[in-house]
């Protein structure tokens, strides 16, 4: 019966030391939020942006854009300069230099994206179909 005991003892010492080293390698794995720095492709995308659409079925159209990053993540939205209320992109992703946002416009899911001209100007192409050109808002 002692031997049991022991055994049991045993078992539970090695459980309880295995559980200990597999909490500690994840808490090293994942360490507490940590600020990233932003690439320069982000520094360059985020703030707000000017921007004019043109060709859209209801005329060229100016609007506004803004891009963040919150926690960590790339977010933003696309509204009229008038103030209407803005959308917000359901995607913004950055690669090299160019910035893809989507958004839900008209019931329809809109692709948007940009790429770098210059110093603070940017040319693309939303939906494929109608040509945008912007300049960042000095704030």
């Known amino acids: 019966m002692k031997r ?4 049991l003892v045993m078992v539970v010492v090695l459980v309880g030391a295995l559980a200990f ?3 500690a390698q994840e808490s090293a794995a994942t360490p507490e939020k940590s600020v990233v720095a932003n690439t320069p492709a982000e520094d360059f995308f985020i703030g707000k942006w000017k921007l004019d659409v043109y060709g859209l079925p209801q005329g060229d159209a100016k609007m506004l854009m803004m891009i963040e990053k919150k926690d960590g993540k790339l977010a ?10 803005p959308n917000e992109f359901t995607k913004v992703e950055i690669e090299k230099e160019t910035l893809y946002v989507r958004f839900l416009g008209g019931g329809w899911d809109v692709p948007m994206y940009l ?11 939303m939906n494929d179909m109608f040509d945008v050109e912007g300049t960042k808002v000095k704030e």
């Open 21 to 23: 080293q597999v909490n």
């Open 76 to 85: 933003g939205w696309l509204g009229g300069e008038n103030g209407e209320e």
């Open 115 to 125: 790429d770098k001209d210059g110093d603070d100007a940017v040319v693309g192409s």
């Open 4 to 7: 049991l005991e022991k055994v």
